[in-house]
Structures are given as C-alpha cells and as structure tokens.
C-alpha cells in the first residue's frame, strides 16, 4: 500500500475551476493504477476517473469534457483538472491506488471537499 495525500479543494462558483493534487508515499509509483473518487452526501462513493499505468484515462460520462486527469510519475502525483464546475460536482474528492492488475484501490487519500455553488 502507499500513502496518499490530496490537496486544492475548495469552494467555487458554478461554472469555476479547480484543480485537485494527490501525491503517493513510496516506490514503483508509476506502476500503479491510480483513480478519483467522490462522495456526495446522502450518495454512494462513485469512481470519477482511472488513470491507467500507460497514462490512459477513463472517464466517468457525467464528468467527461469537463475534467482531466493526468499523472506524473517522476513527482509520484496525480491531478484532476475540473472545469465547468456544476452544483452537482459538490462531494468529496478522494485520490485511490491499486497495483498489479487489480482494478480495485487498496489505498486511499484523506479526500478533499469541493463545494460548488449556483
């Protein structure tokens, strides 16, 4: 497991933009899967993107064209850039890991609030 750790939450108007950081503790960072969750009250937490070891990304549809996600390896850090921000963006963030061929995180961020106001 690595250590996660997320940053650049905030409040922002609908229609704003923010851009989360997450950056791992430990080695073979750029073996692993990396994703972004989030978790709006009262809801499930949903996946928002997977950053696949090859650099590929998927996307969740309610968020695709609006935010982008990247990583660099030599950093040990993942970003999510969100624009186009909507009320329904407001959950908390959380930055994830798994390695090997899992496709499901075994380490998690502490997650980061984004508050989007309309």
């Known amino acids: 497991q690595v250590q996660l750790v997320e940053s650049g939450g905030g409040s922002v108007q609908a229609g704003g933009s923010l851009r989360l950081s997450c950056v791992a503790s430990?080695?073979?960072?750029?073996?692993?899967?990396l994703y972004w969750y989030r978790q709006a009250p009262g809801k499930q937490r949903e996946l928002v993107a997977r950053i696949m070891r090859g650099l590929s990304v998927v996307y969740a549809d309610s968020v695709k064209g609006r935010f982008a996600s990247s990583r660099d390896n030599a950093k040990n850090s993942v970003y999510l850039q969100m624009n186009s921000l909507k009320a329904e963006d407001t959950a908390v963030y959380y930055c994830?890991?798994?390695?090997?061929?899992?496709?499901?995180?075994?380490?998690w961020g502490q997650g980061t609030q984004v508050t989007v106001s309309s």
């Open positions: 994830a890991a798994s390695g090997g061929t899992t496709m499901t995180p075994n380490s």
């Open positions: 430990g080695s073979s960072f750029s073996l692993l899967t």
